[in-house]
């Protein structure tokens, strides 16, 4: 058992001196589903209060939780997403608009669908969905890990966000022409009369180049500030063997960390010889074609005070070119 772990295990007793709240796409408004009205006459049940469960997402536009007051801390991010369908074939009248319900084929709504999160009026997130919750290309895997899980049709995040005044978190729709017919999500977070001095705000980083430059390493993360890294999700569409290729981490300028191929720092071998795998703090969710995707978390993060750089060299010399694209995990105390 880990320390972390002891440590979780140690306060499942105590009493807790903060209060829990959510929100979450649950309302009491008119549902927004086009085939409502046919389940309700296929029900015949007595309505007393209307509500709908989930939302609809409208080309270019976004859905925004209700912004949350401080001091507080997220704890428990859980959403689910139908696949994005045309305007067209979205009607009351057109079968085809029941058609996500065949399968669960999410993979255009994970890469068109973003999620931003600000922390007191900044902004720290903002991500493809189903990258940032730990998986690229739009691919639906099931796996499971500390911080990251992908579950039965499921995404949660449980990095804690700490913030002091506010909290806002939104999904939008980055396509012009197709609608996200249906999404849910609820969000679970902690009321707390003040903060400890040395909580951090979370940061997720999105990075992506298609394809890489050739002669220079592909950049995970360049930030300053006084925090930790606490993982990264990274994927490779392409030659196989930029696998060859080193990740370094360079900690205030002064400290480097490097690991002798890309596979190596996720803790696997040989060009991931034995195929897919999920650990708590590593693993391997993608590995097909030229594809792979793949995630890691470090015990106790990687602290630094003036800044932080993370990058990956794709062959030894950066020779070899091909699509990477990245998610940092990492918390700043500014």
């Known amino acids: 058992m880990n320390v ?52 609809r997402i409208e080309p270019g536009s976004s859905f925004k939780f209700k912004e949350v007051k401080g001091p507080g801390i997220i704890n428990h991010v859980w959403m689910t997403i139908l696949p994005t369908i045309s305007k067209v074939l979205l009607s009351p009248f057109n079968l085809k608009s029941l058609a996500p319900f065949g399968g669960y084929n999410p993979k255009d709504s994970l890469k068109l669908a973003k999620i931003k999160i600000y922390f007191d009026g900044k902004k720290r997130v903002d991500a493809p969905l189903g990258d940032f919750f730990g998986v690229g290309f739009g691919e639906y895997k099931s796996f499971t890990s500390r911080f990251l899980k992908m579950t039965s049709g499921g ?13 806002r978190i939104e999904v939008e729709n980055t396509s012009n022409s197709r609608v996200i017919p249906i999404f849910y999500g609820a969000v679970t977070y902690q009321e707390h009369e003040s903060l400890d001095d040395k ?56 400290r480097l960390i490097e690991y002798t191929g890309i596979e190596d720092y996720f803790n696997a071998g040989w060009y991931f010889t034995k195929g897919l795998f999920d650990d708590d703090y ?38 070899l070119r091909a699509d990477f694209s990245s998610v940092a995990y990492y918390y700043l105390k500014d």
């Open 155 to 167: 995404y949660v995040c449980c990095f804690p966000m700490p913030y002091w005044d506010s909290c």
């Open 282 to 319: 590593h693993g391997l969710t993608v590995k097909k074609d030229d594809m792979i995707s793949a995630y890691r978390f470090h015990e106790g993060g990687m602290p630094f005070k003036k800044g932080i750089k993370v990058s990956v060299h794709h062959g030894e010399f950066d020779e």
């Open 199 to 254: 909580l951090c705000y979370f940061n997720a980083k999105y990075n992506e180049e298609k394809p890489t430059t050739k002669w220079k390493p592909y950049t995970i993360l360049k930030a300053k500030g006084n925090g930790h890294l606490e993982g990264c999700v990274l994927n490779i569409k392409g030659n196989k063997r930029c696998l060859e290729g080193n990740l370094k981490i360079v900690l205030d300028d002064e």
């Open 4 to 55: 972390m772990d002891r440590e979780l295990l140690e306060d499942v007793p105590r009493l807790k001196d903060y209060k829990v709240g959510q929100v979450t796409t649950h309302s009491h408004n008119k549902t927004p589903i086009p085939f409502k009205a046919l389940i309700d006459r296929f029900y015949r049940t007595p309505r007393v209060n209307d509500h709908s469960d989930c939302v």
